[in-house]
Nanobody, 121 residues
Framework: VQLQASGGGSVQTGVFLRLSCVAT????????MGWFRQAPGKEREFVAR????????YYVDSVKGRFTISRDNAKNTVYLLMNSLRSEDTAVYYC???????????????WGQGTQVTVSS
């Protein structure tokens, strides 16, 4: 499975960005997809995940109500819509794919290259 993330950028606080991640090389609808992020000097942390069926989503507390994960299985794409961005959301964002639904970084088998999101006031 190959994952290609895009959509990052430099924005001001309060605006939105939508990240995309296109998957190739597998039956996308069977994959559980997640977004992680890594800020400078910090561990890579879980942000959100969505099940293959799109019926189940989960978010880290710090983004609940602001971020929305979704997927389009016809386009082999998972999205992360990020609203009301804050400076603490600044990080490299990674999409990842897993065979099973998980919040744990180590249980994701495939990773995209990351896309930088920088939020400034």
């Amino acid at each position: 499975v190959q994952l290609q993330a895009s959509g990052g950028g430099s924005v001001q606080t309060g605006v939105f960005l939508r990240l995309s991640c296109v998957a190739t090389g597998s039956t996308f609808s069977r994959l559980h997809m997640g977004w992680f992020r890594q800020a400078p000097g910090k561990e890579r942390e879980f942000v959100a995940r969505i099940s293959g069926s799109r019926s189940s989503t989960y978010y880290v507390d710090s983004v609940k109500g602001r971020f929305t994960i979704s997927r389009d299985n016809a386009k082999n794409t998972v999205y992360l819509l990020m609203n009301s961005l804050r400076s603490e959301d600044t990080a490299v964002y990674y999409c990842a794919a897993a065979q099973y639904s998980s919040l744990i970084r180590g249980q994701y088998d495939y990773w995209g290259q990351g896309t930088q999101v920088t939020v400034s006031s």
